[in-house]
């Protein structure tokens, strides 16, 4: 059935108070749920009660404390003739040691958890499981105390207590309304790491991260992620933490990165546990970024919700640019105490961050709105709401809620987030809500705005330049258009874009602006931000002294495409002048894609693809530029990524794109093998691991040093260098770098590597996950194709389907990371998507859910390859049986 947002209507009854009492037990659970509820005024008439349940066992049901009659139903309970208010007591049994798809209440390691967003509640409780619905609850947890010693909900514990048998019992208490997505229990043996700060307003708080015992020396960084989280949102926003404490837990069988529970988050272990000898610069900076996500859902979220779940991206998107920023500031030393050494790169921090979520946002969610799942930021229908926590909601979503603070600037953005929460603070609200606060606290027009909201599909922007050196006018010509998607059936009206533009002279410094009919201004303006409402908007600069290469879309100030036609020569003119960090990277990335687009297309008609050298010396000028930080040169000396280039191209040839690469990889290599050594031995850090940017952007250079030099012909110096790296190295960072670049050698050594590595982390299961994803993401070698080492590691004893993040270590590194090797021509990539799929469909239709999507752009590819896939999909169809992969795979049959 296909859920759509115009069907939304009220609830018919409000539930005020929710009382739940647990007896844990792993094998039969018994839930007893007492509401008070009350029909609601403002909505259609009805003495009918109805609520959601699934997989419960209903044991009584009783009204006012008489029994009531009640009928079951395929989606959950029917309650006739119920009184105006009344208390309503159920009395369900549920069973979480069999609960293998992690949502509802589960078991993991023997402990309890739950995960209720989206839908999850209604496995726990019959319930009107919608997010409009908020009641303040009570929840008295009782289990075995031995085997369960801690008992944790929402909220405040007020009371804990023994019972009879060797049982106990804690009772919390959430004082805040919240929907029934945001309630959370865990029970079982954990330990925490604990610290009480004080806030803002001088209250204490007690800050806590439950784990396993073992793990406890791998919580710092995240506690401290904590502190910092709540110190940056009382600054940025004047948002403080609501409750006396703050908990957060990790669990290692999780679907997704972590749940913002009130008061209660929970988290996969791999966003919570980290050590130096166990957890890489990105681990630590995913934690920070997870944890602060988290945390600021408290307010954009919890505090105001969503009405319904097509209003998703209103706490998604705006909570994912709050983490962006809040990392931002981090990595620019402005989240901490960080003395001078720290500010002195603040812009380039800044750049660095915005361009590793561009990257990602162009790789996937491009690719999203150019394919059968293409949807807006507020989805107009779905049968699955799960499939829809995707891409678009969260990181276009993002882009969009950055779009008003490049819009009305920062205080602007802050005025409207302060009359968001003066309206809005205890409701359930929509995206125009939001919408509507930043327009009036601007006084300001955003109805055109409301397109971003509503129209799928990533809007191309293409742009004309002329020159007139007699009138030294510049004119720019900027069109709006969006591409064919059939799978989109929104309009395509012409957007409000912020599009920001700099116009570089000859001398790589940035000319005035200054607009045909403008004043002059006192002080010059060299980037302006441009709004464009129109299908085609012309803007005419007059002074040009000269002939200027325009900077455009700075910053990526709009989540579009631009087309420009440049020269190979004006886009390394921008890579080596551009003062826009992030155009000076994208510049470089244009150049790329233009010489690889170019060579797969010849490698995919068996010629062998070369480089011009001009592209090579424009790398290399970045490569020796000791003015720029380390993390910056190694994301511009970082080739645009083999799924990027598929997305460009009509027909995609996955082998021919990968040659291609590595030819470009191993010209890299060749042509500037000394400045690699040169750049390997500079940023060799010695001394204590710090997870900070700078020496994570030292390693990161240093390591693609690394994997560049291992391309060469005579490896035998990078060869040396990575056994003495991996022998030496006292972080995961190197240590997996350098187990990587043996890897790509291959033969024995990579093989005593592995061993080594396996048997030294062989009781981390986070670091396990790694040695299967480097395994699984592996170049094929002509004889050893890498679906044979993928088959082999499935047999492997530490290998298991039903932990999420194993299943995606070995499954997801292969299907969606190793493009070449999953799209061998003789399909033997589809046959075992097509059998993970199936065999994960009916233990966890979510994770399967997301492995089946990565088949979903098969129309991209070769003629051949499609026969395949479609064969591949339409076996999945005919015995799939959850409503999550059927519509994903439908989808993508769909003509
Ligand atoms: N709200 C969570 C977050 O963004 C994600 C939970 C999604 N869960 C799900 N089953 N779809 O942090
Ligand atoms: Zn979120």
Known sequence: PVISRHDYAPPAFLIDTVDLEFDLLADHTITRNRMTIRRNPDAVFTRRLELMGEELELLSASIDGHACASQLTATGLVIDDVPETFELTLVTACKPAENTSLSGLYVSNGNFFTQCEAEGFRKISFFPDRPDVMSVYTVTLRANREAYPVLLSNGNLVETGMLEDGRHFARWEDPFRKPSYLFALVAGKLSCVEETITDASGQRKLLQVWVEAHDLDKTRHALDSLIHSIRWDERRFGLGLDLDRFMIVAVSDFNMGAMENKGLNIFNTKYVLARPETATDADYANIEAVVGHEYFHNWTGNRITCRDWFQLSLKEGLTVFRDQEFSADMAAGEGNSGGAARLRDTGSAHATKRIEDVRMLRQTQFAEDAG??????????????????????????????????????????????????????????????????????????????????????????????????????????????????????????????????????????????????????????????????????????????????????????????????????????????????????????????????????????????????????????????????????????????????????????????????????????????????????????????????????CRALKNLALAYLVELDDASEAAALARDQYDVANNMTDRFAALGALVHLGGDEARTALDHFYRMFEKEPLVIDKWFALQAAQPGRPDVPTIGIVRGLFAHQAFTLRNPNRARSLIFSFCAANLAEFHRPDGSGYAFWAEQVIALDAMNPQVAARLARTLERWRKF????????????????????????????EKALAD
């Open 862 to 889: 070769t003629p051949a390859l499609q026969q395949k896939m479609r064969a591949a999909l339409e076996q999945v169809n005919a015995v799939v049986r959850s409503k999550d992969v059927r519509e994903i795979v």
């Open 372 to 697: 059968p799942m293409a949807h807006p930021v507020r989805p107009e229908s779905y049968q699955e709401i799960n499939n829809f926590y995707t891409v678009t909601i969260y990181e276009k979503g993002g882009e969009v809620v950055r779009m008003y603070q490049t819009l009305l600037g920062r205080e602007g953005f802050r005025a409207g987030m302060d009359l968001y929460f003066r309206r809005h603070d205890g409701q359930a609200v929509t995206c125009d809500d939001f919408r509507a606060a930043m327009a009036d606290a601007n006084q300001r027009d955003l109805s055109q705005f409301e397109r971003w909201y509503s129209q799928a599909g990533t809007p191309r922007v293409a742009v004309r330049g002329a020159y007139d050196p007699a009138a030294r006018t510049y004119e720019l010509t900027l069109t709006q258009s969006y591409p064919d998607n059939p799978a989109i059936k929104t309009a395509k009206d012409p957007l409000l874009i912020p599009f920001t533009i700099g116009l570089v002279g000859p001398t790589g410094t940035d000319l005035p602006l200054r607009l045909d009919g403008e004043a002059a201004t006192s002080t010059p303006v060299f980037s302006r931000v441009f709004e464009l409402t129109e299908t085609r908007t012309t803007l005419r600069f007059v002074d040009v002294p000269v002939e200027p290469v325009p900077s455009l879309l700075r910053d990526f100030s709009a989540p579009v495409v631009v087309e420009y036609d440049y020269t190979d020569a004006q886009l390394a003119f921008l890579l080596a002048h551009d003062s826009d960090p992030f155009n000076r990277w994208e510049a470089g990335q244009r150049l790329a894609t233009r010489a690889l687009l170019a060579a797969a297309r010849a490698a995919a008609r068996g010629a062998t693809p070369t480089f011009d050298a001009a592209v090579v010396d424009a790398y290399g000028l970045v490569l020796r530029d000791h003015t720029l930080a380390p993390a910056f040169r190694e994301l511009v000396l970082t080739l645009p990524s083999e799924a990027y280039l598929i997305e460009q191209l009509d027909v995609a040839d996955p082998d021919a794109i990968h040659r291609a690469r590595q030819a470009l990889r191993r010209q890299l290599a060749g042509a500037l093998r000394a400045d690699w050594l040169a750049v390997y031995q500079a940023n060799r850090l010695l001394g204590d691991y710090r997870p900070t940017p700078q020496d994570a952007g």
